[in-house]
């Protein structure tokens, strides 16, 4: 028998999810992450699986994994000493940047500019010139490269990246200095532009290569060393790592294009959510995935989320594809504490991690978090992790207390202070992503997942007036489930940068067909042949003068006979969707888009037996939870003996291995066919 292993490394847990493929059996586990080296508990938590599941670790055929790696090198600022190569005149490319600001009007005034990944002392100068439209106007001095690049070897750089203007009409001075700087520092990592970012723009298509080598380093190192681990234990099989945008690609590609990792962890939750709720009907999506650290919400419409074409990851923002993640600091780990200067209750950002952890776990945690709040308020029974962990509720009570004690109020008011503080700000992320970008968040359902997603997924419903609110099977390590069944991705764009008068539909078609060509390479060269290929293309257009374009699909077929004109009338349709305008200005078709998806997962998603619509034979014992200001009576359920079309009425437990969904009182948890718990208000009932 064959399976795939999704692994999602979390600040708190990781996550593992393993599938046999025929049969859709899954086996599910949870090991604490290490944070001084994840390779540590993804290793130890593979061997547990397979022993859990008694196969051999070389009966796993497909390994997909989720690294926060690249994540936690920008974060830390911990990448490598880069130096830059760039064309004669440009040296302070990265400096000039775009003259953004974050903050107010008067930002400017306490902003501090974030250290560059490519410091201006690791930046030379080559003479050389690429022209607009691709030709050589001054050749490359190859004497003076060598020159500058033994200057470079005086700042010790440990990565290298090449990016002259205007490559991305023509590599061919890239390239030759690629050859020479690998001749000078033969150990070294070394990117060009024209390969990692072949679009116009030399401030994002420059920035985006530095932070590529930045990156690139640590990210090579990881991947080989879990690629060594795994072999050692056993596993030969297919290894991939997650990209930003829920793509896949292969351990080998990801040490050359590891930009592309930067948001690898929290897209496989979107993915799972994606894959999960779309099997019971439900294209519109909030999805909120709570763990220890953080909480990361997207929108889903349609059944496709938001992609972005640029990834933000702390102070810096790449051109590269990614869905359309935010994230806020308010997890399971979050810190609560009262400021000395304001006595108002603070949640967050710091965090308890996994080490030492909240209070409950016993693992040396000493400072109040949000876990240790819903340990208070009832919400977590003692027992955690199907039974393999128990929770100590006295000494979460006891650091709640500390918080009570310096407001003048209940430990239980203390408790539902931080849980409350912390869905306030899940919620103000969750309405980023939809009311600020012009969606009613009444319009979409609410999925929660992560280990923690659960217990704030009904008051979250309530905040937004989002339902139903869904709970999908095994919430936990839904990352994992999205790792394990998304699918191979490759991605090519090419800039044309010019008005739609001076191109032709036959022009822009030839361009799709290079594209279709290449990016179909590249997955066979994944091994995914040309019949398994799912090849969609895209167009970014601008109406002249603007700075940004507005992404559209667009069809390889037909598109020699009218491509421009739908292209153009689409334009307009959307920019007045958009902005509530159109101009009568000349459209500009700035980069065309070719992606591939290689075959989508068989995996079946089990129906579950049909129930009666009691739910008694799943009751594990009497409970009670404080919840509107008071103490309700409430019942701990087992969601593995729930049956489909049984009804939970609030104020209830539904505890599983993994997660554990709170019933708020007045609602009504029912499970679907698929075994999705759909919470609603009672009264809408």
Known sequence: MAYRLGVDVGGTFTDLLLIEDETGETFRDKVPSTPHDPSVAVVNGTLKICAKAKIDPKDVQLFMHGTTVATNTVLTSTGAKVGLVTTDGYRQVLHI?????????????????????????????????????????????????????????????????????NAYRNDVHEKRAGEIAREVFPDLPISLSSEVLPEMQEYERALTTVANSYVRPRVANYVRNLKAELNKAGMNGQMNLLRSDAGLMSFEKAQDHPVNLLMSGPAGGVAGAMWVCGKSGFGNLLTVDVGGTSTDVALIENGQPRLARETECGDLKVRATSLDIRTVGAGGGSIAFVPELTKA???????????????????????????????????????????????DRPAAAASVQ????????????????IYSIANETMMGALRLISVQQGYDPRDFALVAFGGAGPLHANALGKLLGSWPVIVPPSPGVLCAFGDATTRLRAERAKSIGKPFPDVSNQNVADVLRELHAAVSKELLAEGVPEAEQEITFEAGVRYSGQAFEVSLPVTLDG?????????????????????TFCLESDRELVTVRATALGKASAIKLEKLPEGNGDPSAAKVRDHAIWADGKEHPAVIYDRAKLKAGDRVIGPAIICEMDSTTVLLPEHVAEVDPYGLILIRPLAAQ
């Open 97 to 165: 940047a775009r003259s953004f600001v974050p903050g107010g009007l008067a930002g400017w005034i306490v902003w501090n500019k974030p250290p560059l990944t490519a410091p201006l002392e690791s930046t030379v100068e080559v003479p050389e010139r690429i022209g607009a439209d691709g030709s050589i106007v001054t050749p490359l001095d190859e004497a003076a490269l060598r020159t500058a690049l033994e200057g470079l070897k005086k700042e010790g750089i440990e990565a290298l990246t090449i990016s002259f203007i």
């Open 559 to 579: 598109f020699a006979a009218a491509g421009l004109e739908n292209l153009g009338a689409a334009f307009d349709k959307e920019h007045e969707r958009l902005f």
């Open 345 to 391: 209750l603070r949640v967050g950002p710091a965090s308890a991690g996994a080490v030492p952890g909240p209070v409950c776990y016993s693992r040396g945690g000493d400072k109040p978090t949000v876990t240790d709040a819903n340990v208070v308020l009832g919400y977590l029974p003692e027992e955690l992790l199907g039974g393999t962990m128990r929770l």
């Open 402 to 417: 500390v918080i009570a004690d310096t407001l003048g109020i209940s430990v239980q008011e203390a408790a539902n202070g």
